[in-house]
């Protein structure tokens, strides 16, 4: 079976990239190199290429790169304009995509589209190929709101050729009317050979990894204040998406706090491996309806419990008290009935405290528990089984 895989061009599709939906393509089709099917890779220079794995190069570098050579990096000046500037290349980039697919197309059982953009989707449902469609952004994003017009206005038949994928049933019941028929949930998984699972911790610190950007924030200026509260040794270390956020969010607070917080831009995968599971607990407050959160199980991966906001598919993800501790938002936001009842920023700093302040014996349970669960519920062999049983099922219905 050939497969077309189109994915992102925030950065090098490999399993060290620093974006989770990167990340998340990188393992899905090496696992399906091992079960014999043959890829082309749409994605952009230094991505995966092995001998099933034909990297059909879509740009010569990363958005970030073209955007910091371009000055748009720093988003000086009319913001507006830079954006404009910024939609107009992707576009570009994005229409010879689907000219290259259109070419190809008859080679290709199907077609995944793993690139989070809404132009690409569209066109994709007129090559005449069931497409999968991976959702790596919340519902309430402005591509699932344009799914939904088209969907509800049924434009030029959107629904004839595509289907999509949910990693979390929080997603998934979110888009009522995108027609059962038409979607799936799977949950996202990983490669446990990958993650070096320690019954004990080898160092103190709290360890946050993520992406820098207020458009999604996942909580890196909270673990500062916490990191300031507590004072708990924390890692920061994050793919920087937005630098003016940082220059004059971040990385004063990380200056203030020179003493506690160390911050390391770039991790290699073996760097990543290595502080996780060297590390406390990983401490995730997000600000945004997680979609998944897959540097959740890379932790429980290697044995580090996991704090986070009740956001998106956290619920989902941690086993409350068992592989870390799920905290409500606010007074005004509760998600579910948990252990810790305090909320917000109080409710985060008591269960970080409680994590610390566990018995080893407690504390190594915890630990087995967070590898045991991802086990059990998040390997990627587990994922793409279920996503073959999908293949089996779109593939024998007539296009409608």
């Keep these: 079976m050939k497969i077309a895989v189109i994915s992102s061009l925030t950065q090098p599709t490999i399993k060290e990239s620093s974006g989770g939906s990167e990340v998340w393509t990188a393992n899905f089709i090496l696992e399906h190199e091992k079960r014999g099917y043959s890829v ?47 939609e107009q290349f992707i576009s570009t980039i994005y229409t010879s995509t689907i000219i290259k697919l259109l070419i190809n197309k008859e080679k290709y059982d199907f077609i995944v589209d793993s690139s989070s953009y809404p132009a690409i989707t569209f066109n ?11 959702q790596h952004f919340p519902v309430d994003f402005s591509l699932i709101f344009y799914y939904k017009n088209l969907y509800e206005k049924n ?5 004839r050729n595509l289907y999509f994928i949910f990693p979390s049933s929080f997603q998934y019941e979110k888009t009522a009317f995108i027609p059962k028929s038409k979607k799936f949930l799977i949950h996202h998984g990983l490669n446990l050979n990958d993650f070096h699972f320690s019954e004990s911790n080898g160092n103190d610190n709290i360890i946050w990894i993520g ?24 890692i920061i270390s994050g793919f920087i998406q937005n630098k003016m956020f940082f220059e004059n969010k971040i990385k004063p607070l990380i200056k203030n706090l020179s003493n506690l917080v160390t911050f390391i831009e770039k991790l290699t995968f073996v760097e990543k491996n290595k502080i ?22 890379e932790s429980m991966a290697t044995g ?13 993800v941690i086993k409350d008290g068992e592989t870390g501790f799920i905290i409500n938002p606010s007074d005004d936001d509760i998600r579910g009935n948990f252990i ?46 279920e996503y073959e049983k999908v293949y089996e099922e779109i593939l024998n219905k007539k296009t409608s």
Aim: with cysteine; charged share 30%; net charge positive.
């Design 40 to 86: 082309d890779l749409y994605a952009i220079k230094n991505s995966i290429e092995t001998k099933k794995i034909n990297l059909i190069k879509i740009f010569d570098q990363s958005l970030k790169e073209y955007y910091k050579e371009k000055n748009w990096y720093f988003l000086k000046g009319d913001l507006n304009q830079i954006r404009t500037k910024k």
């Design 124 to 134: 994709l449902n007129y090559l005449g190929k069931k497409c999968l469609v991976i």
């Design 155 to 159: 434009f030029f038949g959107i629904n």
């Design 211 to 234: 992406r820098i950007d207020p458009n999604m924030p996942k909580g890196c200026d909270i673990v500062l204040q916490i990191a300031k509260k507590l004072k708990k040794k924390t």
């Design 276 to 297: 996780l599971s060297n590390s406390k607990l990983f401490l995730f407050p997000i600000q945004w309806e997680e979609p998944f959160g897959l540097v959740m199980i």
């Design 304 to 316: 580090t419990p996991v704090v986070a906001f009740a956001r998106g598919s956290v619920p989902e």
């Design 340 to 385: 810790i009842k305090k909320t917000g920023i109080e409710g985060l700093c008591e269960a970080v405290e409680r994590i610390y302040s566990m018995p080893e014996e407690q504390y190594r349970k915890m630990r087995r528990a967070c590898r045991e669960h991802v086990e059990k519920n998040f390997t990627v062999e587990r994922m793409v089984d």
